[in-house]
């Protein structure tokens, strides 16, 4: 069974890209989670992207979580050396509140995301352990991502995730 507010929670969703709730059920309770697929960008060393993130929901993970997917697949951890990609995500009073840098990939199995994603890899490569999105607080997610070798130069896809399951 869903919680109903928890789902009311991912109607409220304003923010850029497509969310999915991604809910863990068992025998005795419910665990609430969602993903935020956002647009695909493609390495630029001059610019920076910013997605908006406005009311995420907050979920009993008490986590937020960074992935991506990359177009064409490529094994990052192998071309970790060859990309540069840092993320920051901010409040809506400019404070940041997450900050990463650099690909430290952890594979994550295909068989373990969802059907979408058809058997492509995703990586998951931060996380903010005690970040919790405050209700109708806006975010935005400041990327900056450039490839130090012209034959590898995929376009990414992140994904946001908190709580459920990948």
Do not use: C
């Not at 969802?114 to 931060?126: D, E, K, L």
């Not at 005690?130 to 992140?158: C, E, W």
């Amino acid at each position: 069974m869903r919680p109903a507010a928890f789902v009311d929670d991912l109607r409220e969703y304003r923010g850029d890209g497509r969310i999915e709730e991604t809910t863990v059920h068992s025998l005795y309770s419910a665990v609430p989670g969602y993903r935020v697929i956002l647009p695909a960008i493609t390495p630029d060393p001059a610019s920076e992207t910013i997605f908006r993130l406005d009311a995420l929901p907050p979920t009993k993970m008490r986590t937020i979580e960074f992935a991506l997917q990359t177009d064409p697949p490529i094994d990052l951890k192998a071309n970790a050396d060859k990309i540069s990609l840092s993320l920051e995500l901010r409040d809506q009073d400019g404070a940041t509140v997450y900050r990463h840098s650099g690909i430290t990939a952890q594979f994550v199995e295909p068989a373990l995301l969802s059907p979408h994603w058809n058997n492509i890899t995703a990586w998951r490569f931060g996380a903010r352990s005690d970040f919790v999105p405050q209700p109708g607080k806006k975010y935005t997610l400041h990327v900056r991502y450039s490839t130090k070798n012209a034959m590898i130069n995929p376009a990414l896809t992140l994904i946001v995730w908190s709580g459920g399951v990948f």
